[in-house]
T-cell receptor
Framework: QQPVQSPQAVILREGEDAVINCSSSKALYSVHWYRQKHGEAPIFLMILLKGGEQKGHDKISASFNEKKQQSSLYLTASQLSYSGTYFCGTEIRDDKIIFGKGTRLHILP | DTGVSQNPRHKITKRGQNVTFRCDPISEHNRLYWYRQTLGQGPEFLTYFQNEAQLEKSRLLSDRFSAERPKGSFSTLEIQRTEQGDSAMYLC??????????????FGQGTRLTVV
C-alpha cells in the first residue's frame, strides 16, 4: 500500500530540472507532495485530486495520472533552496495518507 | 501561531518508562494523524482521527501505543514501557476534511523521543 518513489536520490546543479515519480498499486483518491529539510518537519507543497489534474506553484508543478495511479513532481530551473527530501503521500478513497520512502534532492551551486 | 503545535519538542526517557506527547491541531481541522519517522525514512503511519473518533490504528503498532482525541480537539499519544526501538521523531498532522474532497494536511514540528 506504500507508494513507490523514484529515483531514491538526485544530484543536480543549480538551474537544472528534476522529475520525481510516485506510483501506487491501488487506485488513488488524492496525492500529496511534501518537502522536508534535515531536522525539520515536512512542508506541504501541493495536493492533487483524482481527475488527472495538474498543479503548479512557481517553478514546481505536479501531475496526477489517475488511470496509471501515478503522480510526478517537476522542479524546473532548480534553486539551492529546493534541496531536501521529497515525499509523496497517497490516499485510497477517503482514507489515511501513506507516505513513500522519499527522494533526496541535492542541488549543487 | 496558528499552525500545528506539538509538545514537548524533545523527550529523553529511560527504557521502561511511559511517555505522553501532545498535539494541538489547527483549530478548524477535524482530521488528525500521528506518524513516526526514523532517520532516512518517510513518515510511518500510526493512527488517525476524524473528530474524536479513532478511525484506524496501524497493525504494526504494538499495544504499548495508545492515542486519544477527547472532544475532537487536541490529541495525546502515549507509549508505555518504552523500548530503545521507540526512539524516533513523532509527527502530528491535521487537515480539514470536507465531505467531497481531500484537503492539504499540515505537520507539526514533531517530538523527538530518545530512549536510553
Amino acid at each position: 500500500q506504500q507508494p513507490v518513489q523514484s529515483p531514491q536520490a538526485v544530484i543536480l546543479r543549480e538551474g537544472e530540472d528534476a522529475v520525481i515519480n510516485c506510483s501506487s498499486s491501488k487506485a488513488l483518491y488524492s496525492v500529496h507532495w511534501y518537502r522536508q529539510k534535515h531536522g525539520e518537519a515536512p512542508i506541504f507543497l501541493m495536493i492533487l485530486l483524482k481527475g488527472g489534474e495538474q498543479k503548479g506553484h512557481d517553478k514546481i508543478s505536479a501531475s496526477f495520472n489517475e488511470k496509471k495511479q501515478q503522480s510526478s513532481l517537476y522542479l524546473t530551473a532548480s534553486q539551492l533552496s529546493y534541496s531536501g527530501t521529497y515525499f509523496c503521500g497517497t490516499e485510497i478513497r477517503d482514507d489515511k495518507i501513506i507516505f513513500g520512502k522519499g527522494t533526496r534532492l541535492h542541488i549543487l551551486p | 501561531d496558528t499552525g500545528v503545535s506539538q509538545n514537548p519538542r524533545h523527550k529523553i526517557t529511560k527504557r521502561g518508562q511511559n511517555v505522553t506527547f501532545r498535539c494541538d491541531p489547527i483549530s478548524e481541522h477535524n482530521r488528525l494523524y500521528w506518524y513516526r519517522q526514523t532517520l532516512g525514512q518517510g513518515p510511518e503511519f500510526l493512527t488517525y482521527f476524524q473528530n474524536e473518533a479513532q478511525l484506524e490504528k496501524s497493525r504494526l503498532l504494538s499495544d504499548r501505543f495508545s492515542a486519544e482525541r477527547p472532544k475532537g480537539s487536541f490529541s495525546t499519544l502515549e507509549i508505555q514501557r518504552t523500548e530503545q526501538g521507540d526512539s524516533a521523531m513523532y509527527l502530528c498532522a491535521s487537515s480539514r476534511r470536507l465531505r467531497v474532497r481531500a484537503t492539504e494536511a499540515f505537520f507539526g514540528q514533531g517530538t523527538r523521543l530518545t530512549v536510553v
